[in-house]
């Protein structure tokens, strides 16, 4: 398996545009997660899925987020519209049953608001 | 709120030394996981541990849950400068995982 794909790796984008970050899941793993990580805060957990249903919403810092899994294979989180204090890198990380804890992050996209 | 404090910030040694590196909070988990994450990179699971007063070893790595599953503890003996990196701890309660801010750690040739 090709692990937890996620695109695009880099994005530089200016403020008041809509970003889209897009997460391909390991097949078969039934949890999709989203985090964000800056210096100041490490990494903090933005919205998960169960069987492609949201569960937890409540690290969505704002409204100008939303997250939506269409099918199994894959994930986007949207910011529209972006700010400079969004920038940062944003993980999608996937696990799956009783084990959901034990999760498999993809490489993240480092965002850059300007 | 559950948090978990991780100690040391930052760690800076030299090749062949011994370190422990500590994950603390006054919340109870039903697991803990250590992950280290290297640069541009996402953070890659080390280990899971369950029961109050589990040991785990892996190669140089021995992961320690306290007996009261509150806090836990990760001792690298003889590092290597592969061991440089971002250890992230990480408890699982109730359906959230919560991580630490992490220690980074890097190792001197």
């Known amino acids: 398996d090709a692990g937890v794909i996620q695109s695009p790796r880099h994005e530089v984008t200016e403020m008041g545009q809509e970003v889209t970050l897009r997460c391909k899941p390991i097949?078969?793993?039934?949890?999709l997660f989203w985090y964000r990580q800056t210096m100041m805060r490490g990494l903090e957990l933005l919205i998960y899925f169960n069987n492609n249903v949201p569960i937890d919403d409540s690290g969505m810092p704002e409204d100008r987020f939303s997250a939506k899994m269409p099918n199994a294979s894959f994930s986007t989180l949207k910011i529209q519209p972006s700010e400079p204090r969004d920038s940062a890198v944003y993980f999608c990380a996937t696990g799956w049953g009783s084990h959901y804890n034990e999760q498999f992050f993809g490489p993240g996209t480092r965002l850059t608001v300007l | 709120t559950q948090l978990l404090e991780q100690s040391p910030q930052f760690l800076s040694i030299q090749e062949g030394e011994n370190l422990t590196v500590y994950c603390n909070s006054s919340?109870?988990?039903?697991?803990l996981q250590w992950y280290r994450q290297e640069p541009g990179e996402g953070p890659v699971l080390l280990v899971t541990v369950v029961t109050g007063g589990e040991v785990k070893k892996l190669k140089r790595l021995t992961f320690q849950f306290g007996d009261a599953r509150k806090d836990s503890s990760l001792h690298i003996t003889a590092a290597q400068p592969g061991d440089t990196g971002l250890y992230l701890c990480?408890?699982?309660?109730?359906?959230?995982?919560?991580f630490g801010k992490g220690t980074k750690l890097s190792v001197k040739p």
């Open positions: 990480a408890g699982g309660s109730q359906g959230n995982l919560i």
């Open positions: 919340s109870v988990f039903s697991s």
């Open positions: 097949s078969g793993h039934d949890y």
